[in-house]
């Protein structure tokens, strides 16, 4: 029997306090990689970076969907997922502008 293999999408705290979110099939290289600059990409620059969240599934299709969710999402949403807020989350899926208007 095979195992399952599991894939994380993860949040990183970058150096100049950015965040960036990625998906990968081991996070514990997939950080070590980002920290070392084996790639040129967004991180290369803002090292070290901190794993600050991270998000596990089986399914590879799941995990980009996740990945590609997060990545549209604003700073103080990413935020909230990161403390645990979840009771945050639907009211910050409002536009900046209904959100704005609200207050």
């Known amino acids: 029997m095979t195992p399952l293999k599991n894939y994380s999408v993860?949040?990183?705290k970058c150096s100049d306090?950015?965040?960036y979110v990625g998906v990968t099939n081991d996070i514990n290289?997939?950080?070590q990689e980002h920290n070392e600059?084996?790639?040129?990409?967004?991180?290369?620059n803002k090292r070290p970076v901190t794993l600050v969240?991270?998000?596990?599934?089986?399914?590879i299709?799941?995990?980009?969907?996740?990945?590609?969710?997060?990545?549209?999402?604003?700073?103080?949403?990413k935020e909230a997922l990161?403390?645990?807020?979840?009771?945050?989350?639907?009211?910050?899926?409002?536009?900046?502008?209904?959100?704005?208007d609200n207050l």
């Not at 299709?61 to 949403?77: C, H, S, T, Y």
């Open 37 to 44: 600059g084996k790639y040129k990409g967004y991180t290369y």
């Open 10 to 12: 993860y949040i990183l």
């Open 17 to 19: 306090h950015s965040y």
């Open 82 to 100: 990161i403390y645990g807020e979840w009771h945050l989350l639907p009211r910050l899926s409002k536009t900046a502008k209904d959100t704005k």
């Open 61 to 77: 299709n799941q995990a980009i969907a996740f990945e590609k969710q997060l990545k549209g999402w604003r700073r103080v949403k």
């Open 29 to 31: 290289r997939r950080i």
């Open 53 to 59: 969240f991270a998000e596990h599934f089986q399914c």
